[in-house]
C-alpha cells in the first residue's frame, strides 16, 4: 500500500512539471493544414476521372504557400476565370473615384445616356455607379434580347452590342431596394467606367490594373502566341456528354459579357491582383481598400453580403471576401479573409467535380486563420 501511495505522488509531481501543449494530438501546423488541402485536391480531380486540369494558389499576406497544378498542365497555363472579372470592375471603379474622376453615387445616365433607353427607367430614381456595382440596381439578370449577338457577338464589338441589349432590359426591383445578381449590370458598368475615363474598357483595365501588377498573363482576349498555353475548356458533365465546341467559341464570341465575364488568367497572375486587394500595392488608398471589404448592400441575409464586385462572408471565426466564376468549360474561386490575410485561388477547365470551390476554400481559410 505505502509503494502504490509513493508512486502516485510521484506520478502526480511528474504531471505538474511537464508542459501540456495545447490540443497536442489535433492542432495542425500552417505547412499541415496546406499539404492536407493540397493532397486533397489531387485525389478530387483524380475521382472526377475525366483528365481535367486544375490548378491552385495559397498565399499569406505577400508570400505565396503554395502553387500547384494538376492534369498535364504547368504553372503557366491559362484558365478563364469568369465572373471574378466583376471583381476588376469594382476595383477600377475604386481607382477612377481615387483619381477624382468619378463619386459613386453618380447617376450613370450623367455619363451614359443610352441607359435611359431602359424599360421602365422613367418609374424609378436614376441608377448610380455603385448600384451597378453592388447588384442593387434592380435590373434583371441578363437582357432579354433574341439578338444572338447580344449574347454571341464578336469580342471587339460588344459595346454596341451591349447598347442594342439595353432598349431590351428591365427592372426587376427598385434601384437600390435590394441585391438581385445583374450580369448586365456590370457591362454596363464597364462602358460607363470607360466613358468616363475616354478610353476603351478593355484598355483601361490594362493600363490601371493589368501593367502596374505585371499581370502579363492576363487578358480578355488570348493573343495567338499564347493560346498553346490555354487550358481547353470542357462544358457540360457531370452525367451529359461532354462539350468543346461552346468554350473554344467564346474565345471571341462573347456579346456583351466583357466587364462581368470576360478575362482569362494563370494562378500566379491572380496573387498578384490578390495581394493588391489586400492592401499589398499602390493602386488603392488604406481606406479604398477598406471600402471594397465593407458590406455595401441593403441585404437581409445574416452572413452574406457584397460590395463593389466582391462577395463578403462573416461569422464569429472569419471574414472572407472574393468571388467565384464560372462560365462554359471553366469555373474558378477567389477568396482571402481580411484579417489573417491569407488567400487561396482555385481554377479548373470544367464545371462540375468533388471540389466545391466555395466550400472548400471557405474552410480552408478558417483553419488557416486558426493558426497563430
Known amino acids: 500500500m505505502k509503494r502504490i501511495l509513493l508512486f502516485t505522488i510521484a506520478l502526480i509531481i511528474f504531471s505538474c512539471n511537464t508542459p501540456i501543449k495545447e490540443n497536442q494530438n489535433t492542432k495542425q501546423t500552417k505547412n499541415e493544414i496546406v499539404e492536407h488541402f493540397i493532397q486533397l485536391v489531387k485525389s478530387d480531380v483524380k475521382d472526377d476521372n475525366i483528365k481535367g486540369s486544375f490548378s491552385l494558389a495559397i498565399i499569406h499576406k505577400d508570400s505565396i504557400l503554395a502553387l500547384k497544378s494538376y492534369g498535364n498542365i504547368d504553372l503557366n497555363t491559362i484558365f478563364r476565370i469568369g465572373s471574378i472579372s466583376k471583381s476588376f470592375a469594382g476595383f477600377l471603379m475604386m481607382q477612377l473615384q481615387q483619381d477624382g474622376k468619378l463619386n459613386i453615387n453618380d447617376p450613370v445616365e450623367k455619363y451614359l ?8 427607367y422613367d418609374k424609378y430614381p436614376p441608377i448610380t455607379l455603385k448600384q451597378l456595382a453592388t447588384h442593387t440596381s434592380g435590373l434583371d439578370r441578363e437582357s432579354r434580347s433574341r439578338d444572338e449577338n447580344v449574347r454571341f457577338g464578336k469580342i471587339n464589338e460588344w459595346e454596341n452590342n451591349l447598347i442594342k441589349a439595353i432598349p431590351e432590359t428591365s427592372f426587376r ?72 465546341e461552346i468554350p473554344k467559341r467564346e474565345l471571341n464570341e462573347v456579346g456583351y459579357r466583357v466587364p462581368n465575364g470576360g478575362i482569362y488568367s494563370t494562378p500566379r497572375d491572380m496573387v498578384k491582383f490578390m495581394k493588391a486587394c489586400m492592401g499589398y500595392s499602390a493602386l488603392l488608398s488604406e481606406s479604398s481598400i477598406e471600402m471594397l471589404q465593407t458590406t455595401q448592400t441593403p441585404t437581409t441575409r445574416l452572413r452574406s453580403n457584397y460590395s463593389f464586385g466582391f462577395n463578403l462572408y462573416s461569422d464569429q471565426e472569419i471574414n472572407t471576401v472574393g468571388h467565384g466564376g464560372s462560365n462554359a468549360g471553366y469555373s474558378a474561386h477567389f477568396e482571402y479573409e481580411k484579417n489573417s490575410k491569407y488567400g487561396v485561388i482555385l481554377m479548373r477547365n470544367y464545371n462540375f467535380g468533388n471540389t466545391n470551390l466555395d466550400l472548400r476554400s471557405n474552410s480552408l481559410l478558417r483553419k488557416l486563420s486558426e493558426v497563430k
Open 113 to 120: 445616356p443610352e441607359i435611359t433607353s431602359l424599360v421602365g
Open 173 to 244: 426591383s427598385k434601384p437600390g431596394e435590394r441585391f438581385g445578381y445583374s450580369n448586365i449590370g456590370f457591362a454596363i458598368l464597364g462602358l460607363t467606367l470607360s466613358k468616363i475615363a475616354d478610353k476603351p474598357y478593355v484598355e483601361l483595365v490594362k493600363e490601371k490594373i493589368f501593367r502596374p501588377l505585371e499581370m502579363n498573363n492576363t487578358y480578355f482576349q488570348v493573343p495567338e502566341n499564347q493560346k498553346e498555353n490555354l487550358v481547353k475548356g470542357m462544358a457540360g458533365g457531370p452525367t451529359a456528354e461532354l462539350n468543346y
